[in-house]
T-cell receptor, first 109, second 112 residues
Framework: QKEVEQDPGPLSVPEGAIVSLNCTYS??????FMWYRQYSRKGPELLMY????GNKEDGRFTAQVDKSSKYISLFIRDSQPSDSATYLCAMTADYKLSFGAGTTVTVRA | SAVISQKPSRDICQRGTSLTIQCQVD?????MFWYRQQPGQSLTLIATANQGSEATYESGFVIDKFPISRPNLTFSTLTVSNMSPEDSSIYLC?????????FGPGTRLTVT
């Protein structure tokens, strides 16, 4: 079993829809949770960072962490074609990041 | 945050040769990391490089194949030695700033 499980998709949604992305994990020691966005042929870009259970909002993005269920989510509201990318969840107990497989999202205009 | 640059951005190399990838950060950082991202896959940590000490390699990666230098707090190099087609991948440099990690743009390596 992988430490971090993420559905690779692909996920295709119409412009304006809510995008919902999820990851589950097995390591209870993970304390810090991140979402990265990676455009084609680019390095991952840090989108959201959180370390506590609950919700964190940043503009159109909401990160949700449920430590009791070992489950994290990223929601993108009012999705735009520019949101088309691969989204990777990542988590760590110290400094070593464990990544999910990444979910490829396409937002159709 | 940190701004990270990598050189080269891409290269095509013949099997049996070596390539050195450079990573430059715009601020001093203690910890730098090297990752590999194989086609269609997620990121795998190769090693952690701290200035003034030997790099720490993850399981499945060895110093003879991936020697790393960390001469100062803003620079590191990763060498991919004796390359084979299986080494074709994107190699990414990352740094820790605060408790967050930032990535460079990556080096796309193709081995023929």
């Amino acid at each position: 079993q992988k430490e971090v499980e993420q559905d690779p998709g692909p996920l295709s949604v119409p412009e304006g829809a809510i995008v919902s992305l999820n990851c589950t994990y097995s390591n209870s020691a993970f304390q810090y949770f991140m979402w990265y966005r990676q455009y084609s042929r680019k390095g991952p870009e840090l989108l959201m960072y959180t370390y506590s259970s609950g919700n964190k909002e940043d503009g159109r993005f909401t990160a949700q962490v449920d430590k009791s269920s070992k489950y994290i989510s990223l929601f993108i509201r009012d999705s735009q074609p520019s949101d088309s990318a691969t989204y990777l969840c990542a988590m760590t107990a110290d400094y070593k990041l464990s990544f999910g497989a990444g979910t490829t999202v396409t937002v159709r205009a | 945050s940190a701004v990270i640059s990598q050189k080269p951005s891409r290269d095509i190399c013949q099997r049996g040769t070596s390539l050195t990838i450079q990573c430059q950060v715009d601020s001093q950082v203690t910890m730098m990391f090297w990752y590999r991202q194989q086609p269609g896959q997620s990121l795998t940590l190769i090693a952690t490089a701290n200035q003034g000490s030997e790099a720490t390699y993850e399981s499945g990666f060895v110093i003879d194949k991936f020697p790393i230098s960390r001469p100062n707090l803003t620079f590191s190099t990763l060498t991919v030695s004796n390359m084979s087609p299986e080494d074709s991948s994107i190699y990414l440099c990352s740094v820790e700033s605060g408790s967050e990690q930032y990535f460079g743009p990556g080096t796309r390596l193709t081995v023929t």
